[in-house]
């Protein structure tokens, strides 16, 4: 008797042999580059395996996998490919896979991964969270990095806000190692879509407080309770955090620097904050 509760088996990708820059081709290469492109595909274009694994971990639509011909795949690559989590599976010529891929040694493996855009309100609201905000970031590698250590230090979401870089470049979801694709990776256009949610979280009973970061700050780091329910804010890697962010925090906390240079990479104040954070919590559990 079969089991009318289990999944319906996967069709077999489409497999489609791409041997000079056809449209196929313009395709994957411009998911690297154009972020307008991007957006109107609602795709992108996936490098490395981690980050590959991570993407199917967690159920992230892969669209198409990309292959050199007649080159022979790993038994990861294999079992991948084998999987049928790709609706099409794309054999390149072997100069065009090298063309696509930026490791010095050609990726065995790119994928065409849906895009999610998410808002705030993916995160979910919870005691003892912690959601980090980064204020209109301009460096994709800062960012990338700095998801990383946000991920691998406790939080449940991130909100990027303002005109900033897109979320979905090459370079962030490098920089990040695929954690991109493991948090709720959220955007918004103001501090006013912040503000938002840290009502609705308080309307919820969940008292979030919002602690900026800041080189003008007076308070430093480790003098805030980072063990309640916080929202973390970090600014912009040359202006700081806008006003409006500011206004809406309840504290704003500084990293102690010494030395000759008077600032810190945002990627290492992200890291900093958030192993503070991190400290904290294990201290208390």
Known sequence: MSNSHSSPPRRAPKTVEVRKKDNLFQRAEVLKRNREKRHQYCELLVEGVAQINLAVKYQW?????????DKPLSSWARELASSGVAGEHWELAPELMAELSDKEETSEILAIVEQKRLTPSAIPAQAGGLVVVFDRPASPGNLGSSIRSADALGAQGIIISGHAVDIYDPFVVRGSMGAVFALPVTTTPSHTGVKEWVDAARAQGIDY????????ATDLVYAIDFTRPTVLILGNETVGMSRGYWEICDSTVKIPIGGAISSINVS??????????????????
């Open 268 to 285: 290492c104040a992200a890291s900093i904050l958030l192993y503070e954070v991190a400290r904290q919590r294990a201290v208390a559990s």
């Open 209 to 216: 407080q919002v602690i900026g970061s800041s080189g003008k």
């Open 61 to 69: 639509t892969i669209r198409v996998l990309l292959f050199a011909a």
